[in-house]
T-cell receptor
Framework: AQKVTQAQTEISVVEKEDVTLDCVYETRDTTYYLFWYKQPPSGELVFLIR??????QNEISGRYSWNFQKSTSSFNFTITASQVVDSAVYFCALYILTGGGNKLTFGTGTQLKVEL | NAGVTQTPKFQVLKTGQSMTLQCAQDMNHEYMSWYRQDPGMGLRLIHY???????DQGEVPNGYNVSRSTTEDFPLRLLSAAPSQTSVYFC?????????????FGEGSWLTVV
């Protein structure tokens, strides 16, 4: 069975601080995909990134960066110079190829609060 | 969110009532699914579909029914609402993830059962 663990329930930072959100996953499948979604206070789910298990390159998109390490089954998300608009719940999710459809296994989410 | 529409956005039901949450997508996606989001539990899969006429159960299917008569629509039916079904419901759609597609979500439906 698949599992995603986001051990940090809530993180509070002051604006302009860097913050890393942790994601650890478990699967026996060798082909899988990892996703991050952002859920702002308005409630919708916003896609941030998708990464497959064969691509361990780190990715940077503006202030966002992702560190994928298969050796530790982790796919961590860093926000550099955080802003108040980054306040949201962030979900990490796992998709396995053999699962069928578009089934995702979600972590429980990390609530990020960025204060002035 | 790109092309996944959920209605209604908010609904209050009495215990025992039935209702249907609607989900429609205009991106010609093969795959659609329903999740529920509860505090501290992330999102959990209720039912999913891999094409018109094909549906299957997810992690928490009890008390829910689905059908997929068209590619565009994937309604979720609550047969006899219970307070335990108070939740936020999300519909998702996509084509095959393995060929570079992502999974898009609707804006959510907030359901309260009293």
């Amino acid at each position: 069975a698949q599992k995603v663990t986001q051990a940090q329930t809530e993180i509070s930072v002051v604006e302009k601080e860097d913050v890393t959100l942790d994601c650890v996953y478990e699967t026996r499948d060798t082909t899988y995909y990892l996703f991050w979604y952002k859920q702002p206070p308005s409630g919708e789910l916003v896609f941030l990134i998708r990464r497959n298990s064969f691509d361990e390159q780190n990715e940077i998109s503006g202030r966002y960066s992702w560190n994928f390490q298969k050796s530790t089954s982790s796919f961590n998300f860093t926000i550099t110079a955080s802003q108040v608009v980054d306040s949201a719940v962030y979900f990490c999710a796992l998709y396995i190829l053999t699962g069928g459809g578009n089934k995702l296994t979600f972590g429980t989410g990390t609530q990020l609060k960025v204060e002035l | 969110n790109a092309g996944v529409t959920q209605t209604p956005k908010f609904q209050v039901l009495k215990t025992g009532q039935s209702m249907t949450l609607q989900c429609a997508q205009d991106m010609n996606h093969e795959y659609m699914s329903w999740y529920r989001q509860d505090p501290g539990m992330g999102l959990r899969l209720i039912h999913y579909s891999v094409g018109a006429g094909i549906t299957d159960q997810g992690e928490v299917p009890n008390g829910y029914n689905v059908s997929r008569s068209t590619t565009e629509d994937f309604p979720l039916r609550l047969l006899s609402a219970a307070p335990s079904q108070t939740s936020v419901y999300f519909c998702a759609s996509s084509n095959r993830v393995s060929v570079g597609n992502t999974i898009y979500f609707g804006e959510g439906s907030w359901l309260t059962v009293v």
